[in-house]
């Protein structure tokens, strides 16, 4: 049984997905589950805005409270859940935790309706985690 899991989360559908799958492979109480939610200051700047401090604090609220509710739905549960809040860019933030914390289980959500020229342009997020990080990873596809 894995007993360091990391789940990705935003607040996209997706997410969900990821939770749920962390749920369904019932981790016992000993498993230390590590939500983490990143800013992504990426989006803003491929976007060419200007990241102001304005956007990244409300953009962190944002993902604080979806945190603060992934964080009762896993604890409800019974599992050990510790967050991790961070900005950057999300394949890399989430390699260092991989690394730093000694993750066993990677579980992000996958979205079907993600643009082909999105796909073509960034690349596949997916795919450049599990290239990137050394552990297993479990994607979590939205069924609806």
Do not use: F
Request: glycine share 6%; net charge negative.
């Amino acid at each position: 049984m894995y007993q360091k899991i990391l789940v990705a989360y935003n607040d996209a559908p997706e997410s969900r997905s990821a939770l749920h799958a962390c749920l369904r492979l019932t981790p016992g109480p000993s498993a230390e589950i590590h939500l983490v939610g990143v800013i992504n200051v990426g989006t803003y700047l491929m976007a060419g805005e200007h990241v102001c401090e304005a956007v990244l604090a409300a953009e962190k609220y944002k993902i604080d409270n979806e945190l603060a509710a992934s964080h009762a739905l896993l604890a409800d549960a019974g599992l050990n859940v510790i967050d991790h809040l961070q900005a950057g860019e999300p394949v890399n933030i989430i390699s260092e935790l991989v690394e730093k914390l000694g993750i066993e289980l990677v579980i992000v959500g996958h979205s079907r309706n993600k643009p082909l020229a999105m796909r073509w342009w960034r690349g596949s997020a997916d795919a450049m985690l599990v290239e990137k990080i050394r552990c297993n990873v479990l994607v979590a596809a939205d069924l609806a």
